[in-house]
């Protein structure tokens, strides 16, 4: 069975810091890797997305993630946050068409 | 929004009633998904649609069970509501197996 790790519930940093959101999988097998985002109150947002090809993908917002297949990971950065990134990040990897996703980290912006 | 509208927004009832969780969607989009989020779980896989009449469990099936008869219409039963089932609910749609768009969810109270 696959399952996805997110090794942080919470991530505190500084308004216009770096962040990275960590995001381990387990699969013997090439699977479908994505990062959601929940904002307060709403719905999730698809933020980006791995399926084939370049390692290092891009997303809306200013986010990116790469993929690496001998550490099973797929960490999320953005390179200067903004107050406006405070949410729930979400961790999803998809195989034979059923999507697991990770447990979440709330990103908290510090002032 | 992508065209998806779950009714009701919210919801109380009382344990061993049934009910009926509806999503629309607009965009045409084959795959439909049910998840339940709680805290410390992240979204868990409910059930799932592959198409008009094509459905699979997910993850957390047990008391659930689910309909589609037409493309755009993917109804989430709770044949007897229990206190365990109280969550937030969200469905999404998905192109090939990837969840694209969500929701905004419903909120469930089983008193």
């Known amino acids: 069975a696959q399952s996805v790790t997110q090794l942080d519930s919470q991530v505190p940093v500084f308004e216009e810091a770096p962040v990275e959101l960590r995001c381990n999988y387990s699969s013997s097998v090439s699977v479908y890797l994505f990062w959601y985002v929940q904002y307060p109150n709403q719905g999730l947002q698809l933020l980006l997305k791995y399926l084939s090809g370049s390692t290092l993908v891009k997303g809306i917002n200013g986010f990116e993630a790469e993929f690496n297949k001998s550490q099973t990971s797929f960490h999320l950065r953005k390179p200067s946050v903004h107050i406006s990134d405070t949410a729930e990040y979400f961790c999803?990897?998809?195989?034979?068409?059923?999507?697991?996703f990770g447990k979440g980290t709330r990103l908290h912006i510090l002032p | 929004d992508a065209g998806i509208t779950q009714s009701p927004r919210h919801k109380v009832t009382e344990t061993g009633t049934p009910v009926t969780l509806r999503c629309h969607q607009t965009?045409?989009?084959?795959?439909m998904y049910w998840y339940r989020q709680d805290p410390g779980h992240g979204l868990r896989l409910i059930h799932y649609?592959?198409?008009?009449?094509?459905?699979d469990k997910g993850e957390v099936s047990d008391g659930y069970s689910v309909s589609r008869s037409k493309t755009e219409d993917f109804l989430l039963t709770l044949e007897s509501a229990t206190s365990s089932q109280t969550s937030v609910y969200f469905c999404a749609t998905g192109i090939n197996n990837q969840p694209q768009h969500f929701g905004d969810g419903t909120r469930l109270s089983i008193l």
């Open positions: 999803a990897v998809s195989r034979d068409d059923k999507i697991i």
């Open positions: 649609s592959y198409g008009v009449k094509d459905t």
């Open positions: 965009e045409n989009h084959r795959y």
